[in-house]
């Protein structure tokens, strides 16, 4: 994989415009005057957790006792789960709301940003080829300052391409993940029975 398209893929996988409103709608009950410096912290979080995985992933899975084949099968059922959720959003109940307290890590760090499948597929780019961990880590940073950016002017982003325009975003994006996942699995099926 080449360092673009692993940046893309990162990209498509932290899915800014997608959470964009999660992310409105989360912040909503946080002063004005303390948003972005909430949300800044918690892409910073996000960032470093990124990173972690990135550089200790072979560590972790030798820890847990777990092979890369494992991962890849698990990240790309949970990739096409996230991706479907995007092409077929489940409505929110009414009385369902946003929490009144500031957010601290988790939800907008972890999962929003640094989910589950983005960490199995930082951990796949550095198990995969290691010798280019530098490389991938210029994806990594490479995709999250450009979903920081879009998660940053949020609120013009959202009066530019409205409620429908965000929904077709996420929607185009959910369709070229559910390519990915079912690619994430081909190849852990494949690397298992070689």
Do not use: H
Not at 24 to 45: C, D, G
Not at 130 to 143: C, R, V
């Amino acid at each position: 994989m080449e360092i673009w398209s692993a940046a893309i893929t990162l990209f498509l996988i932290m899915d800014p415009l997608g959470n964009l409103p999660v992310f409105m709608s989360i912040l909503k009950n946080v002063p004005e005057e303390r948003q972005k410096a909430v949300l800044i912290r918690e892409l910073l979080i996000a960032l470093f957790v990124m990173i972690v995985f990135l550089f200790a992933g072979q560590t972790i899975l030798n820890f847990m006792n777990l092979r890369t084949e494992a991962v890849s099968i698990s990240g790309g059922i949970i990739l096409f789960i996230i991706a479907i959720r995007m092409i077929f959003p489940v409505p929110m109940k009414p009385g369902e709301d946003a929490p009144s307290e500031e957010p601290f890590i988790v939800p907008l760090a972890i999962p929003l940003i640094a989910g589950p499948s983005l960490l199995a597929s930082l951990m796949l780019l550095s198990n995969r080829q290691p010798d280019m961990t530098l490389q991938w880590t210029g994806a990594a940073i490479g995709a999250w300052a450009v979903s920081s950016l879009i998660l940053l002017s949020g609120p013009r982003i959202f009066k530019l391409l409205g409620k429908r325009g965000l929904m077709a975003c996420e929607r185009l994006m959910g369709m070229i993940l559910v390519m990915l996942s079912v690619q994430m699995l081909l190849d852990g099926f494949a690397n298992y029975f070689k």
